[in-house]
């Protein structure tokens, strides 16, 4: 079990559930595997035979148009799980954003563990309802937040998903590019730096490089954001 003891996602949205032997089953059946930068891991209208869990790095869940604009609607960090679908095709690709190291799981074969082990099953019907929220959430944004408001809410995002995965230290990650915030949040890259500008000169956060942020006062920043409250924390079953 040293690989799993040792994996960022063993905390994450499935691994995090499960019992030593019941973790040792999804490890037996899983294929580790480590991507470069820049290549889809799930290829959009590619068959829908696979279930993935990210061990290590970023990437991100995106659709294009015919025309090649592109629309993020989720970044993945480590322990997120992700291409599971009930659809024959991937609606949708994911696209490493940095190197990457995930476990490959056969549809089939989680479908068959899920059937078999409650707590795999309460877990993923937890984080689907999650992904539900983060949808409906994304559509708020879009539609009724500012230009500001959605790049304060994004900051607390970042903030929040890398207090869960134990941050060691003040400083949050930025580990997307101006581009793929400007993706996800239905911005222009100058209409984030903008933002990113002012929320520093009001004393918000601090930017002491182009891949790190320091948030100064987070009552304010989700304030502004329009963020009422942060998840609330999964309870083990009673």
Do not use: N
């Not at 019941?22 to 580790?32: G, K, Y």
């Not at 024959?88 to 549809?107: E, H, M």
């Not at 795999?120 to 937040?145: N, W, Y």
């Not at 601090?206 to 409250?229: F, N």
């Amino acid at each position: 079990m040293s690989a799993c003891a040792q994996c960022l996602a063993r905390q994450g949205t499935l691994c995090g559930a499960l019992d030593e032997e019941t973790r040792a089953r999804l490890l037996a059946m899983a294929h580790a595997e480590e991507h470069a930068a820049g290549r889809w891991l799930v290829q959009p209208g590619a068959a829908a035979d696979a279930v993935f869990i990210l061990r290590a790095g970023h990437a991100h869940v995106a659709r294009l148009t015919h025309e090649g604009k592109r629309q993020i609607l989720a970044f993945l960090f480590p322990g997120d799980f992700f291409a599971f679908t009930y659809e024959q095709r991937y609606a949708y690709g994911a696209w490493a954003a940095t190197d990457v190291a995930l476990c490959r799981l056969a549809r089939h074969q989680l479908e068959g563990l899920v059937t078999t082990t409650p707590a795999l099953e309460r877990r993923i019907r937890v984080q689907v309802t999650r992904q539900l929220d983060s949808v409906q959430e994304l559509v708020f944004t879009l539609g009724r937040k500012t230009a500001l408001e959605r790049v304060a809410s994004f900051l607390w995002y970042l903030d929040y998903r890398q207090r869960k995965l134990g941050r060691p230290g003040a400083m949050t990650d930025i580990p997307m590019s101006r581009a793929d915030i400007a993706d996800f949040l239905g911005l222009t890259s100058e209409s984030v730096s903008r933002a990113l500008t002012r929320l520093r000169s009001e004393g918000l956060i601090s930017l002491p490089a182009a891949d790190q942020v320091g948030i100064l006062d987070m009552p304010r920043l989700r304030s502004i954001g329009v963020v009422e409250a942060e998840p609330v924390p999964e309870q083990p079953p009673g």
